[in-house]
């Protein structure tokens, strides 16, 4: 068959789409383009209503440029309420714990009409592993953890991934960076539904497998996908300071103000942020944050949503991720009160990303003339960009090698929504 796949979300379903992806070839298939596909399958998020406006947009597009196609939904959505999916044609729904199983699913007979169940108690996950190397031939992603013991009350993810967490074991994970590192792959990114709780089911902790990942041989650098502040105890802190570890922590902050993180049951304080805040930026004046920052939560006052902006001016992140409340089926939020209207939640996201932009070009404005270190991702029209350990995007003038890493200066902020630099190659100096 021929199999296109469409992906939504976060970085555990992009880890998710590869691995799927290297199944249905090992078997066989081949992976093209959506307009070319015998089957779509949609790899999709639940985590707010405009995830699901975007994916039924996206379904009905497909369906009218490649009517003939069969279409598959697998993912959170289908864990999380598949009822929101009735009013789209779809002919086969599978949860989060069947992808693994893809194969199966695209030899399924009948196709039409088929559901799959799901299954939450799964524990194939533990044992699943990349086959061969990434697309992407400079980032790797590995997935160590799967669902999440939160109790959250905006959050429909552990309704779709399962309430308890799934630790993937230290020596599969250890084989699974060796064999990307091993083939290319460069940069790594530990990714997982919710990171910070890796090891809980196993009675360790992520700072334990970070250590055994630092003493790897080889020339490459880590990334961690997002932390909760009260995921980041002091033992964490001080193995991301190694060289390994990029100076980047992405935050899942949600909310500045103390008022509304109770009423979203968070398990921190603004408190612990500040105190990891001044721990790195101590370590290293320029270490980069990122946020995700909800807005509109109900209740969330105008005092409230401020306290966010000041903490954003304050920081100045390298990017935020500013989204608007939604409600979900089945949490709690959905029935409190008193619900924040669209247009107030529509006009504070618009607010903070103009602070978040604004912040962001300050923070970059005091990267001129630090040394950094780049890695290749893509070459273009005589220029080569790519990210460095702060994780911010520079472009370099000349073409260099993908996947190489290379020493530079910025020279200059370049006006944009994302964080990039112009930067210059130091003068006959180039690693690995």
């Known amino acids: 068959m021929k199999v296109s796949f469409v992906t939504f979300g976060c970085k555990v379903n992009q880890y998710e789409e590869e691995l799927m992806k290297q199944l249905v070839e090992n078997a066989g298939h081949t992976v093209v383009k959506p307009c070319e596909a015998d089957v779509v399958v949609f790899n999709s998020c639940a985590v707010t209503g405009e995830a699901i406006r975007k994916l039924k947009q996206k379904i009905r597009h497909v369906r009218r440029e490649n009517p003939d196609a069969r279409l598959m939904v697998v993912g959170c959505a289908v864990d999380f309420d598949p009822q929101e999916l009735e009013d789209v044609e779809i002919n086969l729904l599978a949860g989060n714990s069947l992808k693994r199983k893809i194969v199966e699913l695209l030899n399924a007979v009948p196709f039409e009409g088929i559901k799959f169940e799901k299954d939450l108690s799964c524990e194939d996950f533990v044992r699943e592993s990349l086959l061969k190397r990434l697309r992407n031939r400079t980032r790797g992603m590995v997935k160590v953890e799967d669902g999440c013991d939160g109790y959250c009350t905006y959050c429909a993810v552990r309704l779709a991934r399962g309430n308890r967490v799934r630790s993937k074991p230290v020596g599969l994970v250890i084989e699974e960076i060796r064999k990307l590192v091993d083939s290319g792959h460069r940069e790594i990114v530990i990714v997982g539904v919710n990171l910070g709780r890796y090891g809980v089911d196993m009675g360790l902790k992520l700072s334990d497998l970070l250590k055994v990942v630092e003493k790897m041989e080889g020339d490459f650098r880590v990334r961690l996908s997002s932390l909760n502040p009260d995921d980041i105890d002091e033992e964490l802190l001080d193995v ?193």
């Open 240 to 432: 991301i300071r190694e060289k390994r570890f990029c100076r980047h922590l992405h935050i899942s902050l949600q909310s500045a103000s103390n008022s509304v993180l109770s009423l979203m049951r968070r398990r921190y304080r603004v408190e612990r942020f500040w105190e990891i805040f001044e721990r790195l930026r101590k370590f290293d004046p320029l270490y980069s944050f990122s946020f995700d920052i909800m807005v509109g939560f109900p209740g969330e006052s105008e005092s409230d949503f401020l306290e966010s902006v000041e903490l954003v001016r304050r920081v100045k992140p390298v990017r935020v991720h500013v989204f608007r409340f939604s409600p979900r089926r089945g949490t709690p939020a959905c029935d409190m009160r008193p619900q924040i209207s669209g247009a107030v939640k529509k006009e504070r996201a618009r607010h903070l990303k103009e602070i978040s932009l604004v912040a962001m070009h300050e923070y970059l404005l005091k990267h001129d003339g630090v040394k950094r270190r780049v890695l290749v991702e893509k070459v273009s029209n005589g220029l080569s960009s790519g990210y460095d350990e702060y994780y911010i995007h520079n472009v370099l003038n000349g073409s260099r090698e993908e996947g190489e890493f290379v020493e530079c200066f910025a020279v200059s902020v370049m006006r944009g929504e994302e964080a990039t630099l112009s930067s210059v190659p130091i003068s006959g100096w180039k690693v690995g």
